[in-house]
């Protein structure tokens, strides 16, 4: 492994802008990105999506790290910007979220259990707020909050579906307020999507004072500023603002930073992250979360406009079983060969290939390789691929690191070459009702969107306290392009219903929870956690 100061110095960073936070792991300094931004320099910007993934997750971030190693082999600078990992998939179904075999980021044990503390740092924070909600009304309620329109829960880094609802206050002394209260995941965290888009201190700082917390038995709103709690929240939050470098397994130097879920949140690294990626290499190689109709979707419509320009190429990562699954295939027969699943299933890869383009993204097949991948299956895609006049390339990242993945990188330069950017998918303005029709309608293939009763109570509400201004976020099932997990491939004309709308103040942005969605999710039957030791020797095992 490389050394930090080799790493810095790759990147051009001086030792007083990046300092130690764990073995060959540092932290950059937001000052340095600020710096670096106003010297003007722009690399071009790739994002890696994919289409509709099985539970196991199709490799996304193995590619994006293969890439980079790869843009290295062919003498460019490339920086694989990823999201940290949440020990909520690592205990649970999905695993760890470093990458593998021959492409990873390292230390992969040290990123996949805890890293530098930001996820603690961001449950800390958002902790604290729901705490002075609590400690508010033991002493007197001088706002005059109403106990049953808490809107701020309470967070944990962990899978646990108990903790969904629950009863909070309760005690002997008649100060205590009972109340009912919720859990959510750290990663779905609105204190995690302000991380993640925070430009410096200040915005951190002002973003956190947005924050609804709950309302007033009179209809007025309480924000985190009414308690006094942003300070001391962006005080928690000071290191955990500065973007975490490490290296990919070939000494390419990597920036791993916030992890707001796909599904739940805007689902990308930093904005700070990718700034500083762009300011000091050739490429940012930047991983979205989940499907084009999510994590793609999400990065046009909410993280371009902040960050004032458009995605150079898109890389969609496609695997033969997951077209198998999309077929109609078991879980256990998608490992096998089968034409005809997979040919069925090819119906929900034209959805995405429509989606890229919907989003303005000139994109690169990435047909990411498995054992016991069928040729027969894989000349199949081409041709459905060359039809459309998009380019598949066959990704061996996970058997021969960068060198797997030089093919790849010189198509992606192909469609950087064609000067083509993304395109948000509505204008600016637009209300938020329209954006998830057009989102729904254009992406999904709905024919309609329709809201409970709930979800219309919640936007004529935030409409009159005049909080619907910016982009929707939808947080949906990322294993189906409808809001049911059960509906596969690629259906047409169904309904999409908007069972709540929720605001993210700090961030910005409107949530619309479709389908069956949860905040908190749950632990599988044979979670991966029961596979997880540790060796006398004091070796980490089983966290892939």
Known sequence: MRTLAELSAALGLGPDEVHPAGRNIGKVSVSAVRTRLDRGRRGKLILVTGMTPTKHGEGKTVTTIGLADAFARIGRTAVPCLRQPSLGPVFGVKGGATGGGRSTVEPSDEINLGFTGDIY?????HNLL??????????????????????WPRTLDMEDRALR???????????FVAHDGSFLITAASEVMVVLALARDYR?????????????TRTGGVVRAADLKAAGAMAALLRDALEPNLVQTSEGVPALIHTGPFGNLAHGTTSRLAIELALATADYAVVEAGFATELGAEKFVDIVT?????????????????SLRVQGGASDAASLHPDLAALERGLENLGQHLSNLTALGLAGTVALNRFPGDSPEEAARIREFCREREVEVIESRAFEAGGEGSVELARAVERVVALHRHSRPLYPAGTPIERQLETIATRLYGAGQVVESAEAIEDRTHLAEIGELAGPVCVAKTPLSLSDDPHVLNRPEGFTVTVHRW????????????????ETMPGLPTHPQAESIDLAEDGVVLGVH
């Open 121 to 125: 740092a961001v449950a800390s924070a």
């Open 130 to 151: 729901s705490a002075l909600i609590d400690n508010h009304l033991f002493h007197g309620n001088a706002l005059g909050i109403d106990p049953t329109r808490i809107t």
């Open 165 to 175: 609802h629950i009863v909070l206050g309760k005690g002997p002394d008649p100060r």
């Open 203 to 215: 915005d951190l700082k002002e973003r956190l004072s947005r924050v609804l917390a709950a309302y």
């Open 305 to 321: 406009p902040l960050l004032g320009i458009d995605v150079d190429a898109a890389v969609i990562v496609v695997t033969q079983r």
């Open 502 to 517: 929720l605001r993210s103040a700090g961030a910005g942005f409107t949530v619309a929870l479709l389908g069956t969605i």
